[in-house]
């Protein structure tokens, strides 16, 4: 089975690890740089990309993940995870001075879709599944832009991408690990076995 790491500084960090057992992967927590080395894939998961960056600076984990993925182990980045693995953020204020992933060919905006209370559902047509997925919206970040030719579009809503992969990154807006259909966590650990 692929060994798949979830970030776990902060956020929707057991609904994730649940997602991808359930999808056939070996799944452990990440804190520290020292626990990437043997990873087929991590997952990056939503809550809030400006806490996750603080708490990930005092162990330099942010351009140690960059460093794995640029090795070849795969990215999911989900919610806050998809601002952290995105090249560039266009309102990144609270961000300065902490580093990120990057590595994705997007542009995003963090707090687009405004408030907790301006959160909402829909039901997507992905690339490569056979029926809608649902999906959940928290504060999500929009992606305002693509930047690199190698960013395929997998699901948009509203006229804007939600769901983009760049080789071996996987990247939502949105919230897969809270809905019981586990379609893309199936497919990312697929990619990560790759
Ligand atoms: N807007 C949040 C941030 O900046 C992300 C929200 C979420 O992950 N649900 O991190």
């Known amino acids: 089975a692929p060994k798949i790491g979830v970030l ?7 609904e994730h690890e649940r997602a991808l057992r359930s999808s056939g992967a070996e799944v ?19 809550g809030e990309s400006t806490a996750m960056a ?5 162990v330099q984990l942010m351009p140690a993940i960059r ?3 640029d ?3 795969a990215v999911f980045g989900t919610c806050a995870g998809l601002i952290l693995a995105a090249d560039t953020v266009s309102d990144a204020e609270a961000l300065v001075g902490f ?6 060919g997007v542009v995003v905006r963090r707090n687009a879709y405004g408030s907790q209370l301006h959160s909402f559902e829909d039901d997507l047509e992905v690339t490569g599944l056979d029926s809608p997925l649902p999906a959940v919206f928290i504060r999500a970040p929009v992606i305002e832009d693509v930047t690199s030719p190698r960013v395929e579009v997998l699901a948009e809503a509203g006229g804007r991408p939600v769901a983009v992969r760049q080789g071996r990154i996987l990247a939502a807006s949105f919230h897969p690990e809270l809905t019981p259909d586990f379609r893309l966590h199936k497919l990312f650990t697929e990619l990560s076995a790759q």
């Not at 776990?8 to 057991?14: K, R, S, T």
């Not at 452990?28 to 939503?46: F, T």
């Not at 580093?99 to 994705?104: E, Y």
């Open 67 to 69: 460093r794995r993925l």
């Open 54 to 58: 603080r708490l990930a600076a005092p």
């Open 71 to 73: 090795e070849g182990m």
């Open 8 to 14: 776990a500084l902060q956020g929707a960090v057991a």
């Open 99 to 104: 580093d990120r992933i990057g590595g994705l």
């Open 28 to 46: 452990r927590k990440v804190r520290r740089p020292a626990e990437l080395d043997d990873l087929d894939g991590l997952v990056v998961p939503g």
